[in-house]
């Protein structure tokens, strides 16, 4: 397991895990990052992210980002 800031821009991961407090893990799944789903790295711009989760764009900081474990 990594966190899904060691991804690679164009590189499809698996959610393993999310760390946190109960409300950012809430927060986290509401957005579409639940355990099982599949994240596409977009880009990666100073250890900011944007991900494709299901039929979104997101974009997370590298804080939230370290949260995610592939």
Partial sequence: MMPLTMAKAGE?????????K???RQHLAELG????SDVTVVSEIGGNLIVQVKDS?????????????V
Avoid at 12 to 20: F, L, P, Q
Avoid at 33 to 36: C, D, E, I, P, T
Avoid at 57 to 69: E, F, G, V, Y
């Fill in 57 to 69: 764009r997101i974009a997370l900081d590298q804080t939230m980002a370290n949260r995610i474990m």
């Fill in 12 to 20: 499809t991961v698996t959610v393993r895990k999310i760390s946190g």
């Fill in 22 to 24: 109960d409300e950012i």
């Fill in 33 to 36: 990052f639940v355990v099982g």
